[in-house]
């Protein structure tokens, strides 16, 4: 089945470090690939979708990711952690196909920030 | 102001009662979801409707039920037959399928005692 792997269920840095999200996914072929981003007790909210037009995709609030189709991974960065980044994020794929409806969600990293 | 919105934020029912919960979006999209999360589980496809009249079964169907008489209303009832009902649901909607980003709603969690 394909599948898609949040390394690390939490993440802690210091306000103004740099945050690394880790993300991967199981294909040979570049699935659609998408970050989320939910605060406590809401919903999703999308920072970024990979479309295939640049590898390096940029995002709101200052995040970006870099699509790596040798690594298989799709990992999202800030510069520079801000106090308000602290939430739990959401790596999405959605595979070709059969099923291409269908998002699947990582289980999710909880990023909290040090002041 | 368009959005969606999920009815009401918390709920609360007996085990054995069925129970529903409310999706409506003026978007206009053409495609509705349901997700159920659970702690460290990430999010998990319940149903997804493409247009009205039509939906289909996600990874987790077993115990729910839906309708989509209307584009903009898109309910879930939980059924009793759900083993473990206690979550968060989370509704959400996209202009049309495929690559459309979805949106999502604020979510209900529900508990059962």
């Known amino acids: 089945a394909q599948s898609v792997t949040q390394l690390g269920s939490h993440v802690s840095v210091s306000e103004g470090a740099l945050v690394l999200l880790r993300c991967n996914y199981s294909?040979?072929?570049?699935?659609?690939l998408s970050w989320y981003v939910q605060y406590p007790n809401q919903g999703l909210q999308l920072l970024l979708k990979?479309?295939?037009?640049?590898?390096l995709v940029k995002g709101i609030n200052g995040f970006e990711a870099e699509f790596k189709k040798s690594e298989t991974s799709f990992h999202l960065t800030k510069p520079s952690a801000h106090m308000s980044d602290a939430a739990e994020y959401f790596c999405?794929?959605?595979?070709?196909?059969?099923?291409?409806?269908?998002?699947?969600f990582g289980k999710g990293t909880k990023l909290s920030v040090i002041p | 102001d368009g959005g969606i919105t999920q009815s009401p934020k918390y709920l609360f029912r007996k085990e054995g009662q069925n129970v529903t919960l409310s999706c409506e979006q003026n978007?206009?999209?053409?495609?509705m979801y349901w997700y159920r999360q659970d702690p460290g589980q990430g999010l998990r496809l319940i149903y997804y409707?493409?247009?009205?009249?039509?939906?289909q079964k996600g990874d987790i169907a077993e115990g729910y039920s839906v309708s989509r008489e209307k584009k903009e209303s898109f309910p879930l009832t939980v059924t009793s037959a759900q083993k473990n009902p206690t979550a968060f649901y989370l509704c959400?909607?996209?202009?049309?399928?495929?690559?459309?980003?979805?949106?999502f709603g604020p979510g209900t969690r529900l508990t059962v005692l």
């Open positions: 990979y479309t295939s037009a640049a590898t």
């Open positions: 294909s040979s072929v570049p699935p659609y």
């Open positions: 959400a909607s996209s202009l049309k399928g495929g690559v459309d980003t979805q949106y």
């Open positions: 999405a794929v959605r595979y070709s196909g059969a099923g291409s409806y269908q998002l699947t």
């Open positions: 978007l206009n999209h053409d495609a």
């Open positions: 409707s493409q247009i009205v009249n039509d939906f």
